[in-house]
C-alpha cells in the first residue's frame, strides 16, 4: 500500500509550520491552538540541531519537547512532519551527510513513528497519509528532499546579491531531489484516489528567480513533479525553509498554488526575488493554515501571524484544480 491510512474522520482544519528554534520562544504556539487545527503538519527545520553529535541533535528536540505551547499542542493535535537541513542535521545538507542514518532514528523516535512503519524500513523518511471518507478524502504528501539529494552547485555570492537577498545556487542538468526508489513511491502516491491531495514540501516548488535552495535547483526534477502533479490533480502546495511566508502561483494542467509558510521563530528582515510571487510577501512569526468547506468544495489557505491576524489569504475552488486538457 503506497498510502498509510491516517483515520476516517472528515479533515476541514490543518496547520503548517516550520522554521522553530528551540533555544527561541515559541509564542506562535498559542495561535496555532486557537486556529483549532484538526491536524498540525510539520514542515522541516522543526528543530536547530546542525552537528554530527547525535546526543546534540537529541538534546535539541527534548528544547522543543519542553516548550510549553508544543506541549500542548502534542496534547491535543496529531502531528506529523517532514524533515529539512537542520533538524537533518546540516546546513542545506544532502546525501551525504554521514550521520543520516542515526539522525533518521531520532526524528521517528521523537514524531511517535510505530516500531512496524514502514518509515523504519526503507532509506529516508518519505511517506503520505489519507484522511477522511470517499467523497471528502485528503492525501497528504510528505518526500524526503534531503535523504538523497545530490550535491548542490554554488557560485559566489556578490555584495549585490546579499544585499537582494539573492542566493548562490545554481540550476543543475543532473542531478537528484528524491532518487529512484522515492520516485517510484511516489508515482504509486499519485495513483491513490483522493479528493484533494497536499505535498508538503520542505523546500519551495513553485518559486524561480531567488537561488536559494528549491526544486529550482534541479530543473528535471521539478518539470517532472509539475507534470506528475498535473496527471494527478487537485493538488495545493505548503513549503517551509524561507524565513517569510508568501503564495505562488504557476499555470500548468491547472493552476497550481503553493503556500509558503516560515518561520514559527525564524523570520528574516528582507525577501529575495520570486518570478511566480501573488501579492505581498510577510516577514514575522507565522503558520499556515488550510480551511477545507466539503459543502462549498472550497479551499482557503491562510498565514497567520503570532496573534492569529490573516497575513496572506486566498481561496480556490476544488473544481479548479481539476486537470484539464491542453489545447493543441
Same mark, same amino acid.
Given at each position: 500500500?503506497?498510502?498509510?491510512?491516517?483515520?476516517?474522520?472528515?479533515?476541514?482544519?490543518?496547520?503548517?509550520?516550520?522554521?522553530?528554534?528551540?533555544?527561541?520562544?515559541?509564542?506562535?504556539?498559542?495561535?496555532?491552538?486557537?486556529?483549532?487545527?484538526?491536524?498540525?503538519?510539520?514542515?522541516?527545520?522543526?528543530?536547530?540541531?546542525?552537528?554530527?553529535?547525535?546526543?546534540?541533535?537529541?538534546?535539541?528536540?527534548?528544547?522543543?519537547?519542553?516548550?510549553?505551547?508544543?506541549?500542548?499542542?502534542?496534547?491535543?493535535?496529531?502531528?506529523?512532519?517532514?524533515?529539512?537541513?537542520?533538524?537533518?542535521?546540516?546546513?542545506?545538507?544532502?546525501?551525504?551527510?554521514?550521520?543520516?542514518?542515526?539522525?533518521?532514528?531520532?526524528?521517528?523516535?521523537?514524531?511517535?513513528?510505530?516500531?512496524?512503519?514502514?518509515?523504519?524500513?526503507?532509506?529516508?523518511?518519505?511517506?503520505?497519509?489519507?484522511? @477522511? %471518507? !470517499?467523497?471528502? #478524502? +485528503?492525501?497528504?504528501?510528505?518526500?524526503?528532499?534531503?535523504?538523497?539529494?545530490? $550535491?548542490?552547485?554554488?557560485?559566489?555570492?556578490?555584495?549585490?546579491?546579499?544585499?537582494?537577498?539573492?542566493?548562490?545556487?545554481?540550476?543543475?542538468?543532473?542531478?537528484?531531489?528524491?532518487?529512484?526508489?522515492?520516485?517510484?513511491?511516489?508515482?504509486?502516491?499519485?495513483?491513490?484516489?483522493?479528493?484533494?491531495?497536499?505535498?508538503?514540501?520542505?523546500?519551495?516548488?513553485?518559486?524561480?528567480?531567488?537561488?536559494?535552495?528549491?526544486?529550482?535547483?534541479?530543473?528535471?526534477?521539478?518539470?517532472?513533479?509539475?507534470?506528475?502533479?498535473?496527471?494527478?490533480?487537485?493538488?495545493?502546495?505548503?513549503?517551509?525553509?524561507?524565513?517569510?511566508?508568501?503564495?505562488?502561483?504557476?499555470?500548468?494542467?491547472?493552476?497550481?498554488?503553493?503556500?509558503?509558510?516560515?518561520?514559527?521563530?525564524?523570520?528574516?528582515?528582507?525577501? @529575495? %526575488? !520570486?518570478?511566480? #510571487? +501573488?501579492?505581498?510577501?510577510?516577514?514575522?512569526?507565522?503558520?499556515?493554515?488550510? $480551511?477545507?468547506?466539503?459543502?462549498?468544495?472550497?479551499?482557503?489557505?491562510?498565514?497567520?501571524?503570532?496573534?492569529?491576524?490573516?497575513?496572506?489569504?486566498?481561496?480556490?475552488?476544488?473544481?479548479?484544480?481539476?486537470?484539464?486538457?491542453?489545447?493543441?
Amino acid at each position: 500500500m503506497a498510502v498509510a491510512a491516517a483515520g476516517d474522520a472528515e479533515l476541514t482544519r490543518i496547520a503548517f509550520g516550520s522554521c522553530a528554534d528551540q533555544n527561541e520562544p515559541q509564542p506562535i504556539w498559542d495561535a496555532v491552538l486557537a486556529a483549532d487545527p484538526e491536524l498540525f503538519v510539520f514542515l522541516g527545520d522543526n528543530v536547530y540541531g546542525d552537528t554530527e553529535n547525535m546526543d546534540e541533535l537529541r538534546a535539541a528536540y527534548a528544547l522543543l519537547d519542553a516548550q510549553p505551547g508544543y506541549a500542548k499542542l502534542k496534547a491535543t493535535v496529531p502531528i506529523i512532519a517532514i524533515w529539512d537541513d537542520h533538524d537533518y542535521g546540516v546546513n542545506d545538507g544532502g546525501w551525504d551527510y554521514p550521520q543520516k542514518a542515526a539522525s533518521k532514528r531520532i526524528f521517528l523516535d521523537f514524531f511517535g513513528e510505530p516500531a512496524d512503519s514502514p518509515r523504519r524500513k526503507h532509506a529516508g523518511v518519505y511517506t503520505a497519509y489519507i484522511y @477522511g %471518507p !470517499n467523497g471528502r #478524502r +485528503v492525501q497528504v504528501i510528505l518526500p524526503d528532499l534531503r535523504y538523497f539529494r545530490s $550535491t548542490l552547485e554554488t557560485q559566489t555570492r556578490s555584495l549585490r546579491m546579499k544585499a537582494t537577498h539573492v542566493g548562490p545556487y545554481l540550476p543543475s542538468d543532473g542531478g537528484t531531489y528524491l532518487g529512484s526508489a522515492q520516485w517510484d513511491w511516489l508515482d504509486g502516491v499519485l495513483l491513490e484516489p483522493a479528493d484533494l491531495r497536499i505535498l508538503a514540501s520542505s523546500s519551495q516548488v513553485l518559486p524561480e528567480g531567488g537561488a536559494w535552495e528549491s526544486w529550482a535547483n534541479f530543473p528535471a526534477e521539478k518539470n517532472r513533479l509539475l507534470d506528475s502533479l498535473g496527471r494527478a490533480g487537485g493538488t495545493i502546495i505548503v513549503s517551509g525553509d524561507m524565513h517569510w511566508a508568501e503564495l505562488s502561483r504557476f499555470e500548468a494542467a491547472y493552476p497550481l498554488i503553493e503556500l509558503t509558510t516560515s518561520g514559527l521563530t525564524k523570520v528574516w528582515k528582507g525577501v @529575495g %526575488p !520570486n518570478t511566480h #510571487r +501573488v501579492g505581498a510577501p510577510y516577514l514575522g512569526a507565522n503558520f499556515g493554515l488550510i $480551511t477545507i468547506n466539503w459543502e462549498e468544495q472550497t479551499v482557503r489557505m491562510e498565514v497567520r501571524d503570532v496573534h492569529g491576524k490573516a497575513r496572506i489569504d486566498t481561496s480556490v475552488a476544488m473544481g479548479d484544480l481539476r486537470a484539464h486538457p491542453v489545447e493543441e
